[in-house]
């Protein structure tokens, strides 16, 4: 799970690099919200089957 919320990080810090630089509808910052939301949904996943 240290993994997952490092991975969860790096792809948040991109994200909000990312949107310093460029509109919020732009495909890559889409892409890069996307990739957070999978990370962040795999990782409520894994915790709900830790319960």
């Known amino acids: ?28 910052i889409i892409k890069q919200s996307q990739k957070l939301d999978r990370l962040l949904n795999r990782h409520i996943l894994n915790k709900n089957k830790a319960i």
């Not at 799970?1 to 890559?28: F, H, V």
């Open 1 to 28: 799970m240290k993994n997952q919320a490092k991975a969860i990080e790096a792809t948040r810090l991109a994200l909000y690099k990312l949107a310093d630089k460029k509109s919020l509808t732009s495909p890559d």
